[in-house]
């Protein structure tokens, strides 16, 4: 006679969950509701500061060699639309800029998740980029591509328009090189998920947006005589190899909990619920994180440019567990999300960058209302 199986939960801990659950189900029933929990979330995580950029300065005159870090000038969307757009006058209104696309990118997924999601599991996306690093970069140090990065991102990971996905790729790469990673690596993932709308012609459009978006940076560059030295590869490897290796131990661990944060829970929750429908998914997802990882080895903002690798890759993977998973395993899989939202949220929030830890001004927010909750 079979023993009677363990249940996943023990009682007390359902009725706790349970409760978090139907307040999820119904904060997700209306997305205009739950868009605004999402935006207090950020706003009390991360809150906003204003420092000058090179992208700012490059955006005066985005047409001449810079005399800053010239590798920046291989970034020529945010400078040139900023430029154009009339975006450039301040550093103020060049940082709302990128929030604006930090702001579309969210608002995005709700538009995206409402076509073709269940609203607990549009919401959920829109708690995944929330409390990751890459949204911690993107509004900590405005003025910079990366919130670009990441509305590209969200048009790749969730897009099954060929005209779209080329133009999100060819924008990406002119808006940063490491794009063309991202934008390869979610061709790679989609195609594994074997997603009923999302065909080798896709993700052809996505290479082909990538050659095309380098050809027009490199031409741009030639046009302006801009020459670019060094460049980024030949930054990353003008130290040797023991010297990477030594700076990363030295940030070590501190640096690696920095590369997902909160986000290191959902890791496995993703493999844990959906690994039997589909191992080769899985296992190039994880392939894909320490290729990001090995990226990362050689560059000083390790966080930044982790996170933004990654981010897409992972909210595709929230997107394909959730949604691939029978009904039945959806409650159970909804208390472990909650749990790690509510574990990230006050989690330690900080990135790591040429060995230096830096936080939000509003780091100790959370802190704060543990306190008053426990009346210390």
């Not at 006679?1 to 189900?25: A, I, S, Y």
């Not at 490059?58 to 590798?71: H, L």
């Not at 990751?132 to 670009?148: E, I, K, N, R, Y």
């Not at 896709?202 to 027009?216: N, R, S, V």
């Amino acid at each position: 006679m079979d023993e009677p199986q363990t249940p996943l939960f023990p009682d007390n801990l359902k009725r706790l969950f349970g409760v978090f659950d139907r307040f999820v189900l119904i904060l997700a029933e209306k997305p205009r509701n739950s868009l605004v929990f999402v935006l207090a979330l950020i706003f009390v995580l991360y809150g906003f500061r204003s420092t000058q950029t090179d992208y700012f300065k490059i955006a005066q005159s985005p047409f001449e060699p810079y005399n800053g870090a010239p590798y920046v000038q291989d970034s020529i969307f945010l400078p040139l639309s900023a430029y154009y757009l009339g975006l450039n006058k301040s550093q103020f209104q060049f940082d709302f800029y990128t929030i604006c696309a930090y702001l579309l990118a969210l608002a995005l997924i709700y538009i995206f998740g409402h076509k073709k999601f269940r609203p607990e599991l549009t919401l959920f996306l829109a708690l995944t980029l929330a409390i990751s690093p890459a949204s911690l970069v993107s509004l900590s140090w405005p003025g910079m591509p990366d919130a670009f990065t990441i509305l590209f991102s969200v048009i790749a990971v969730f897009s099954n328009s060929i005209p779209s996905l080329f133009l999100a790729a060819l924008l990406g790469v002119s808006n940063h090189p490491q794009f063309m990673m991202i934008g390869a690596a979610l061709g790679i993932l989609r195609l594994a998920a074997r997603e009923k709308d999302f065909k080798i012609a896709h993700a052809l459009a996505l290479f082909l947006g990538i050659i095309a978006g380098y050809a027009i940076v490199q031409a741009f560059l030639s046009y302006h005589q801009i020459q670019i030295q060094p460049t980024r590869l030949q930054a990353m490897f003008e130290n040797d190899l023991s010297f990477w290796l030594e700076s990363k131990l030295i940030e070590a661990p501190l640096s690696l909990f920095s590369l997902y944060l909160g986000l290191w829970f959902m890791l496995p929750v993703c493999v844990l619920y959906g690994f039997q429908h589909n191992k080769p998914y899985y296992i190039i997802f994880l392939v894909l994180q320490i290729a990001a990882g090995a990226v990362t080895l050689f560059v000083l903002d390790t966080t930044r440019i982790f996170s933004l690798i990654t981010i897409g890759t992972i909210l595709h993977a929230v997107a394909f567990t959730y949604s691939s998973i029978e009904e039945e395993n959806h409650p159970s899989m909804r208390w472990l999300l909650t749990a790690v939202f509510i574990a990230a949220i006050f989690l330690p929030h900080y990135v790591i960058m040429s060995g230096q830890m830096y936080m939000p001004p509003t780091s100790l927010i959370p802190y704060m209302i543990i306190s008053l909750f426990l009346g210390t």
